[in-house]
């Protein structure tokens, strides 16, 4: 019998929209895990084509993830990433969102990842999410995190989560730090979506979407994605400079690059932006 698991993993298209002050779109189709923290050693132990922290076709390392650059420190890496993040929510008086935690990301591919953007999805006993951490790496080796607890009112009735937060982590050097982010979920389950409207004085200036479909997590799966996105992971990053390129090209301002926040995650005390933010360790 085939091993079910609640892991999957998710195909689809990411886009980009620039609405100023120059017009860019990009259109890339890629593949993302979603990996349950409690099962990744049975997904392990029961796939040939992926494996923890060792090289494989496929692989994770929790050593990629956690915020442990960019004001995090390199001690982080010695303890699993699940502990890490339990550690975090305690801190932060959601210890009990730890009860499930499950992780949207790429994942190594032949060895080599990176990951602009993971989503944790941290869920209470009775199966509710109750905190969502983003956490976004730049291509300078930094890493932060947003933790934003889920209020009442963040899900509607069809099950999207919208959430907000201040820009506080240098990412792009065509954008400024004074901005805000507009998260919009749709929930795993037979499909994923994830939006992203970047907003600042002036209003939106560039929109973000990732939306796939949901397939098991099998060795048959797995070798399909991989003749499909060959090298996936590595033309992410070809494809990041190959679009910065072409903003320069269209004469891009560039934005200096400020020191990363002295602490690795930023706690979002509500959903909102500028006025919403605490830098709560």
């Not at 999957?8 to 890629?30: C, I, M």
């Not at 997904?43 to 990629?64: G, Q, V, Y």
């Not at 953007?117 to 199966?127: A, I, K, N």
Request: glycine share 8%; hydrophobic share 40%.
């Amino acid at each position: 019998m085939t091993q079910k698991f609640a892991s999957a993993l998710y195909e689809g298209v990411v886009t980009h929209h620039r609405l100023r002050p120059k017009k860019h779109k990009l259109r890339y189709r890629v593949f993302s895990f979603l990996l349950d923290l409690d099962e990744i050693d049975d997904i392990a132990a029961r796939l040939r084509l992926f494996s923890r922290n060792r090289f494989n076709l496929f692989s994770f390392h929790d050593s990629d993830h956690g915020s442990i650059k960019g004001g995090g420190t390199a001690a982080g890496a010695k303890t699993d990433l699940r502990t890490r993040l339990e550690t975090v929510l305690t801190a932060n008086d959601l210890g009990g969102c730890a009860h499930k935690i499950e992780l949207l990301c790429y994942p190594r591919l032949l060895g080599f990842v990176f990951n602009p953007l993971s989503v944790y999805f941290c869920h209470r006993s009775d199966g509710s999410v109750g905190a969502v951490i983003y956490e976004v790496s730049n291509t300078f080796g930094d890493r932060h995190s947003y933790l934003i607890p889920v209020g009442e009112n963040d899900i509607d009735k069809k099950g999207v989560l919208r959430q907000s937060c201040a820009k506080g982590f240098y990412v792009s050097p065509f954008i400024d730090m004074e901005a805000d982010y507009h998260f919009r979920i749709r929930m795993p389950g037979d499909n994923v979506a994830l939006g992203i409207r970047e907003t600042d004085a002036k209003g939106a200036f560039l929109n973000a979407v990732f939306a796939g479909d949901r397939n098991e997590l099998s060795d048959r799966k797995l070798l399909g994605a991989f003749i499909r996105y060959p090298l996936m992971t590595l033309k992410v990053v070809a494809g990041i400079h190959w679009e910065a390129l072409l903003l320069w090209r269209k004469g891009m301002t560039f934005h200096k690059r400020p020191a990363p926040p002295s602490h690795p995650v930023t706690y979002v005390l509500a959903t909102g932006t500028k006025a919403a933010q605490a830098g709560k360790r």
